[in-house]
């Protein structure tokens, strides 16, 4: 299976595929609100109005799977990334990344990218997900890792044609 047969819904609630993507490099992120890490929104975004020109999407998957830190529905999320961040870049609805209910695109990510050790399971909200733009799952982010620090990989990757 490929990332470009799976499908999601937006913040909005329409049905989308991964394959309106096709030729992006993406970065991948679980967000939440609530978070330490929330802060990071605004690094994301910087990156998306750096480089969407040149192919890069940035999307974010809000996931109230750790300690409950995403608590709000679609709406409550889409008006916090825009009134506190100014978020452009596409959100999606409420996913799990882990467990039976994890959305497909996070198994496929954590299969094709895992984590220390070869773990599978993402730790924590904002672990970032670094695709080329074959659809491949390059690399995976620490939530600690401040989107600025994916920079220069995301220029690589931007190159490669």
């Known amino acids: 299976m490929s990332i470009y ?26 967000t939440a609100s609530k978070c330490g ?7 994301l975004q910087e990156l998306y109005e750096r480089y969407q020109s040149e192919g890069l999407e940035i999307l974010g998957f809000p996931c109230n799977q750790f300690m409950s830190q995403e608590p709000g529905d679609e709406e409550e999320i ?4 825009e009134i506190n961040y100014g978020v452009t870049f596409p959100m999606f609805a409420k996913v799990d990344v882990n467990g039976s209910d994890a959305h ?15 773990s599978k399971a993402v730790k924590w ?11 491949k799952a390059v690399e995976r982010f620490s939530p600690n890792t401040d989107p600025k620090e994916l920079e220069e990989k995301i220029q690589q990757l ?4």
């Open 78 to 81: 889409k008006s916090f990334c």
């Open 125 to 135: 909200n904002f672990t970032k997900f670094l695709v080329d733009r074959n659809g």
């Open 158 to 161: 931007l190159k490669e044609a």
């Open 5 to 30: 047969d799976i499908k999601m819904k937006t913040i909005n609630g329409a049905e989308q595929s991964m394959s309106s993507y096709k030729g992006k490099v993406l970065v991948i992120v679980n």
């Open 104 to 118: 497909p695109l996070f198994t496929h990510l954590t299969n094709e990218a895992p984590g220390l050790l070869g």
């Open 37 to 43: 890490f929330t802060p990071q929104y605004k690094g």
